[in-house]
Nanobody
Framework: QVQVVESGGGLVQAGDSLVLSCVASGDAICITAMGWYRQALGKTRELVADITSGSSPTYADAVKGRFTISRDNAKNTVYLQMNNLKTEDTAIYYC?????????????WGQGTQITVSS
């Protein structure tokens, strides 16, 4: 089994910064992409950013220039540096990682961490 645990959420004011961390443990081998998704109240889950095993990032347009994703493969950890937070960033943030074992692909999710940005 693979355990995925996020940390770093909380209540902040608009313009503040936060760093989210996500650690994969257990049978966390052959990890390919790692990423962050978010789900605001009443909305569907959406991609925030992801990063390949070679550290090539992709960002949602809404966070480009404000968020930075990075990963430490040796620690099976992915980070999300969030700067200049806006009220519309309020959501539950979920970590996701994918594993590729032979031809089989597996996706794993964390339990989510709440971020609330007040004006």
């Amino acid at each position: 089994q693979v355990q995925v645990v996020e940390s770093g959420g909380g209540l902040v004011q608009a313009g503040d910064s936060l760093v989210l961390s996500c650690v994969a443990s257990g049978d966390a081998i052959c990890i390919t992409a790692m990423g962050w998704y978010r789900q605001a109240l009443g909305k569907t889950r959406e991609l925030v950013a992801d990063i390949t095993s070679g550290s090539s990032p992709t960002y949602a347009d809404a966070v480009k220039g404000r968020f930075t994703i990075s990963r430490d493969n040796a620690k099976n950890t992915v980070y999300l540096q969030m700067n200049n937070l806006k009220t519309e960033d309020t959501a539950i943030y979920y970590c996701n990682l994918n594993r590729l074992l032979g031809t089989a692909s597996y996706s794993h999710w964390g339990q989510g961490t709440q971020i609330t940005v007040s004006s």
